[in-house]
Structure formats: C-alpha cells, structure tokens
C-alpha cells in the first residue's frame, strides 16, 4: 500500500499534537500530572455527557487502567483538586453521581475551540 502523506505532513501532524498537549497542561495550570491519558479519557467522558454519571461508569471511562482501585484514585484526585464535582445519587442511594466543575466544563469548552481551530489549520498546511 502507497504512502499517502509525506515526512513533512506527519511532522505537521506531530506539531499540532504537541501543541494540544501543552495547551492541555495549561487547563491545569501547568500541573502535569494531568497530562496523562487516564485523566483525559476520563475528563473527556464526563465532558461529552451532559447529565451526572455514576462513579463506577466514570471509572469505566478510564480504557487503559484495569484495575478498579487505580481508576478510583485517579477519579478521587480530579475530585479533590476540584475538577469533578461528586454529589449523592436520587435513585440510588448507594452509589454516587459525577460531573464536570462548571468551571471545568468552560475550560474544556474552550479548549476543545482552540483544538478544532488548530487542527483545521493543520489539515490545511497538509493540504497544500
């Protein structure tokens, strides 16, 4: 099968995931242990449902971690640093619900702008 794209375009492309990748860190201040990819399958699980979810379906999101206990301690630290708010579940007393901080969710929203913005620059710079 022929390669379709040229060393160049894939150096593009790599440019344009470093550059996300720092503007990730800059979500949190710069604090890298965000910039790992539990956080961001599980931030970005919670960014795409709009309704609170259930901790154990938050901990789920996270592909690359199998073990449940890991994945609670990545979801307990978003929630003590104030990333992901926790709150009891109306219809079921035994577990609990999660979603985004509001000011979270604004970041993301954000951040996900920049990202379309950035990558429709990209394709455009392989276009060409």
């Keep these: 099968m022929p390669l379709r794209y040229t060393d160049a375009d894939r150096h593009t492309y790599l440019e344009f995931l470093?550059?996300?990748?720092?503007k990730w860190v800059d979500l949190f201040a710069g604090d890298?242990?965000?910039y790992s990819a539990a956080y961001w399958d599980l931030l970005t699980f919670l960014w795409r449902t709009p309704d609170p979810v259930?901790?154990?379906d938050a901990q789920g999101a996270i592909t690359g971690i199998k073990s449940p206990?890991?994945?609670a301690k990545y979801v307990e630290t978003a929630i003590k640093r104030g990333l992901i708010i926790e709150k009891p579940?109306?219809?079921?007393?035994?577990s609990k619900l999660l979603a985004l901080s509001p000011a979270l969710r604004a970041q993301l929203d954000g951040f996900f702008d920049d990202a379309v913005a950035a990558m429709c620059t990209t394709a455009e710079k392989i276009k060409s």
């Design 54 to 56: 259930r901790k154990t």
């Design 18 to 22: 470093d550059q996300m990748g720092l």
């Design 89 to 94: 579940n109306p219809t079921d007393a035994r």
């Design 32 to 34: 890298t242990e965000f």
């Design 69 to 71: 206990l890991t994945a």
